[in-house]
């Protein structure tokens, strides 16, 4: 998030002290996400639908808070983002995890599931990036969102999901434009096929279709994909402490496909 390379950095990945928003903070990519910069150092306001949920999850990192919202709700996101700056009293960092799509066959899929798949992960990024830019400008902030390599690699029964991924990648883009001049770094991570909740749903259905067990359905599944292994929410994490962190001080832009190898393409 900084923008001068020789200033001295604050212990802790120069994550430290700092303060963060991450969307769909109750579970799976979000709430590791939300683990990890706490660990950092960074004061984190988890966002989610579930208030128990994130409350829990918020209970065990000091310093951190939690904020129920939907963030299909048009006014859900600047309230959020509000949130977050009465709480902490400023925001260096956006992360936008939230947003789950419905896979399917594409002429069963009705216009309810795609106005639903883009409410919640594109409609909502955009609200939470327009509310936050202000605060992440004053900050010398940044922002990552999650999209994902479906975004990239088409699939016919991943038609909502492929299309909100590949419009993130355009807006991660078009943002970052503008964050030459505002001072506001913006990058995506494109998570592969990572052991979450709807990972497990298709593990289970290959199990059951095939009559495997589950580490062969799951092998099956992986070797469908073209990777060695499934990967973990915690890599993705990673993935985000480093481009919200002084080391990633000239990333702008970027978009980052942490997926095992499954997007070949150049």
Partial sequence: ???????????????????????????GIG??????????????????????????????????AAHAADLREPKAAA????????????????????????????????????????????????RLCRAAWPHLAAAGGGIVLIAGVGGRVASADFTIGGSVNAA?????????????TDGVRVNCVNPGSIRTGRLTGRIAAVRAARGLDEAAAARALAAETGVARFGEPEEI?????????????YVQGAILDVDGGWVRAV
């Avoid at 001068?4 to 769909?24: I, K, M, Q, Y």
């Avoid at 004061?43 to 990192?61: D, P, T």
């Avoid at 896979?103 to 883009?118: C, H, S, V």
């Fill in 1 to 27: 998030m900084d923008t001068n390379p020789g200033e001295d950095r604050p212990v802790g990945g120069g994550l430290a002290g700092r303060t963060a928003l991450v969307s769909g903070a109750s579970r």
């Fill in 31 to 64: 709430l590791a996400i939300a683990r990890r910069l706490a660990a950092e150092g960074m004061r984190v306001l988890l966002v989610a639908r579930s208030a128990e949920a994130i409350g829990a999850a918020a209970a065990a990192m000091p310093g951190c």
């Fill in 79 to 126: 309230d959020a983002v509000a949130a977050a700056v009465a709480r902490f009293g400023r925001l260096d960092l956006l992360v936008h995890s939230a947003g789950a799509t419905q896979r399917g066959d594409f002429l069963a899929l009705d216009d309810a599931a795609w106005e639903d798949g883009y409410a919640l992960k594109l409609f909502g990024g955009v």
């Fill in 168 to 180: 993130l990648m355009n807006l991660t883009k078009a943002l970052a434009d503008r964050g030459v």
């Fill in 237 to 249: 994490a990673a993935a985000v402490a480093f481009l919200a962190g002084p080391q990633a001080s």
